[in-house]
């Protein structure tokens, strides 16, 4: 009966649909670079002049907790806060997962604070709010989530 292969293939269409729902596509949708392709290899070269001292990881954490408000989306513990009400794209991020702290260089992450994730609520903060040397210690905090 034809409106049976009908159902059948509509209901595919609904499956692929939800797709990206599932969680392992979730987890290489967040993998994907967020830089443009064109300006990726010049942030990929820009390297943090701070060193990972605890000094610098503190001043970093004053700045996340404190005026650039970091914490209200990524969280105190850095996972990064679901069902933010207005919240459009996706959700803030999980600042824990190991596996997108291995394929961001620490410039591809500067870039996202001069630029923002275009399509999400995660806005540019430079210059407006942080100058490039506090961002630079607040990526040191953002980097600490990682370790173990
Ligand atoms: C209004 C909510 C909000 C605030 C405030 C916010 N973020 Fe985000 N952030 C997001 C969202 C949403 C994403 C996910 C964007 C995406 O998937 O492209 C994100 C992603 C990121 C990423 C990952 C980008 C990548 O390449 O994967 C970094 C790093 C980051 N934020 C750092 C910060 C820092 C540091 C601050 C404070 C200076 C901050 N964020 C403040 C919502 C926020």
Known sequence: MPWKIGTLWVCCLVLQALGPFSSKAADSEVLKPR???????????WKNPFSSTQENI???KQIFHGKA?????????????????GLVGRLPRN???????????????????????PGTAMASFIPLVLTEEEAWHVLLYVRSFGQP
Do not use: Y
């Open 69 to 85: 408000f970091c914490v209200t989306c990524h969280g105190r513990d850095g996972k990064g806060l679901g069902n933010i009400p």
């Open 95 to 117: 600042f824990t997962d190991k596996d997108w702290q291995a394929v961001r260089t620490d410039g591809e992450l500067l870039w996202i604070l001069k630029n923002g994730s």
């Open 35 to 45: 830089v443009p392709q064109d300006q990726i290899v010049e942030a990929q070269s």
């Open 58 to 60: 503190e001043k970093g």
